[in-house]
């Protein structure tokens, strides 16, 4: 039995219909998703880049969904694609932990989990506010779903590493 994945930074919702067409379309069965957002963080297509080239570039190409913006993703891919999925949040918002970033895995509902872990590799995070979030202070997490195909198992891991706007390696990301 083949098994497809895909493993995609799903850019809080900005590209959600095309994202799920491409499921759809391709069959996939497990997805690997980061940047799944919920409330404040999901910007539904008004994603910002910290660097003002990337977003200049991003402008000119976007396809955003902004009916999209406040949504909680990890729901809505689940309900439009008939998926299972596991989600781990990298980051909240004080009092109010239906605005989050996360790692999530989807599936559909015929692959057998048998077990799933979330290992913490940086420390969960709390933001006072949507604007002033430290994403190099974020929690990085990995998500590892073992399942049942046929008579063998697999062990798949999602995680969502070290994030900067440029491409070279500095102390943090290391």
């Known amino acids: 039995m083949l098994v497809s ?40 297509g008004e994603y910002t880049y910290p660097d003002d080239r990337l977003q200049a570039q991003a402008e000119k190409n976007a396809s955003s969904s902004p009916q ?55 420390e969960f995070y709390e933001a006072e506010d949507r604007e002033t979030v430290n994403w190099k202070g974020a929690g990085y997490n990995a998500i590892a779903t073992r399942f049942e195909v046929g008579n063998k198992k697999l062990w798949t891991v999602n995680t969502h590493l070290a994030w900067g706007p440029r491409p070279f390696d500095e102390a943090y990301k290391l």
């Open 5 to 44: 994945i895909l493993q995609l930074n799903i850019f809080q919702g900005k590209f959600l219909d095309r994202v799920i067409s491409f499921v759809k379309e391709h069959d996939i069965d497990i997805l690997h998703f980061q940047e799944v957002s919920g409330g404040q963080f999901s910007g539904g």
């Open 68 to 122: 999209y913006a406040g949504l909680n993703i990890f729901q809505e891919i689940k309900k439009r694609l008939n998926f299972e999925g596991i989600f781990a949040p990298r980051v909240v918002l004080k009092g109010d932990h239906g605005s989050f970033n996360a790692n999530a895995t989807f599936f559909k509902k015929p692959f057998p989990l048998i077990e799933h872990k979330i290992f913490w590799l940086k």
